[in-house]
């Protein structure tokens, strides 16, 4: 069964930083995409930071760069979010995803977009930004 574990979050001042970590177990596929999501109460859930694992190769959008980033430890399995220079408008709940493992395939732009595309979810993590 797969499990993914979202933790790090909390509530911090505008200018902060955090690092959001997800323990993925249960999934042994080696080449997928898997990435960080963000919702917003009332709003659709976004992609703001994805990985394809088969070369550790990274997409972050435009409007994010410089400020998030995305990596993983092969060793624990996990996979993080560092987020700096946070703003309010980065509060939301964040969600760890990856794609169905039986179905391997790269991150795709559309995956920024719409959630659909992802297959495992973990609980999320509140991010709470003040100024």
């Known amino acids: 069964q797969v499990q993914l574990v979202e933790s790090g979050g909390g509530s911090v001042q505008a200018g902060g930083s955090l690092r959001l970590s997800c323990v993925i177990s249960g999934y042994t596929a080696s080449e997928n995409c898997m990435g960080w999501f963000r919702q917003v109460p009332g709003n659709e859930r976004k992609g703001v930071a994805l990985?394809?694992?088969?070369?550790?190769?990274?997409y972050v959008p435009e409007p994010l760069k410089g400020r998030f980033t995305i990596s993983r430890d092969k060793a624990t399995n996990t996979l993080y979010l560092e987020m700096n220079g946070l703003i309010p408008e980065d509060s939301a709940v964040y969600y760890c995803?990856?794609?169905?493992?039986?179905?391997?395939?790269?991150?795709?732009?559309?995956?920024?977009?719409?959630?659909?595309?992802?297959?495992?979810w973990g609980k999320g993590t509140l991010v709470t930004i003040s100024s």
């Open positions: 995803a990856a794609v169905r493992q039986d179905l391997p395939r790269p991150c795709y732009y559309s995956d920024f977009e719409t959630s659909s595309g992802m297959h495992y």
């Open positions: 990985i394809y694992t088969g070369t550790d190769t990274t």
